[in-house]
């Protein structure tokens, strides 16, 4: 499977974005989407995860309440909602595909280009 990230920008802090993670083939072949973020300077993390089959989620404390993961199965795309942004929150966020519902990004061996969002104040 192959993934592409989109929908990263910026918006002013209070704003929303939502970010698309789109799998290559007819289906995906994955149990778990999973959400990452690195801002400069600092270690790529965890964000949140989606079970592909059933949609049930987990997130970081940081983001719970404010971000939604979701996945259209027909579509072969997962999704990050965003709200209530804060400066905090710019970094480039990845998707990542992989077997078991985790958040330690070793569980995950595909990943998307990234996108950027940036949050201003």
């Known amino acids: 499977v192959q993934l592409q990230a989109s929908g990263g920008g910026l918006v002013q802090a209070g704003g929303s974005l939502r970010l698309s993670c789109a799998a290559s083939?007819?289906?995906?072949?994955?149990?778990?989407m999973g959400w990452f973020r690195q801002a400069p300077g600092k270690e790529r993390e965890f964000v949140g995860v989606i079970m592909w089959s059933d949609g049930g989620t987990a997130y970081a404390d940081f983001v719970k309440g404010r971000f939604t993961i979701s996945r259209d199965k027909a579509k072969n795309t997962g999704y990050l909602q965003m709200n209530s942004l804060k400066p905090e929150d710019t970094a480039v966020y990845y998707c990542?595909?992989?077997?078991?519902?985790?958040?330690?990004?070793?569980?995950?061996?595909?990943w998307g280009q990234g996108t950027q969002v940036t949050v201003s104040s």
């Open positions: 990542a595909a992989g077997m078991y519902y985790a958040n330690s990004r070793d569980n995950y061996d595909t």
């Open positions: 083939g007819r289906t995906f072949s994955k149990n778990v």
